[in-house]
């Protein structure tokens, strides 16, 4: 059973090369860094995300400061431009607290005392 693990082990250090860039690419131009560009920093895999703020570090360091405040601010400006209208759930939950606001203050104000005999 040792043995086992130890191959297994073994196998997955050595199979395991997409965990490290082995190519020399500026750390500015990494594919990475340009989906995030693109498509947005939420749309880099959850795998990715630790290489993904290494990447903006190394590129920060190396003189990419404006790349990384493009790519902040591109995804600022499509979260903005998304979040303008509501949809969905948060137009759902506005109109039923709405409505029970308005159905309680009318009842209150509408609501006659139980004549006491």
Known sequence: MKI???HI???KI???SDLFIT????PCNHPLLELANKEGIKAVPLKDILLFKRLLKKCEKEGGKKVVE???????DRDYKTSRRMA???STHA?????SFGYYFLGKIFATKPKSS
């Open 70 to 76: 493009k790519i902040v601010k591109n995804d600022w």
């Open 9 to 11: 082990t073994f196998l």
């Open 4 to 6: 086992i693990v130890l």
């Open 95 to 99: 109109m039923c607290v709405f409505v």
């Open 14 to 16: 050595v199979f395991a």
């Open 88 to 90: 969905s759930w948060t």
């Open 23 to 26: 190519e020399e690419v500026s």
